[in-house]
């Protein structure tokens, strides 16, 4: 087994050129860029994070103020389904 072969390097080079020459001949069409398309399922989950970061900053807020309070009605009912699972 050889650590050292060079020879596949060649092979990558001719990757690499083989876009080059592509482009600059005439008759062929020139490569393809990427694109990136964001869905509109993917914006409102986008739209839904600002709304959960501005929630949180929210409720930091009102933590550092000591005016949030804990619902402990909501608290024992989730509690509930957990110990009767």
Request: charged residues 30%.
């Amino acid at each position: 087994m050889k650590i050292n072969d060079v020879s596949r390097l060649g092979a990558i080079q001719q990757y690499r050129n083989s876009g080059k020459s592509e482009s600059n001949q005439p008759g062929k069409k020139a490569m393809q860029r990427d694109e990136l398309q964001i869905s509109s399922k993917a914006k409102e989950l986008l739209g839904q994070e600002q709304n959960r970061v501005e929630r949180i900053q929210e409720l930091k807020q009102s933590v550092e103020n000591g005016t949030y309070h804990v619902d402990a009605h909501k608290i024992a009912e989730k509690l509930l389904l957990y110990f009767r699972n």
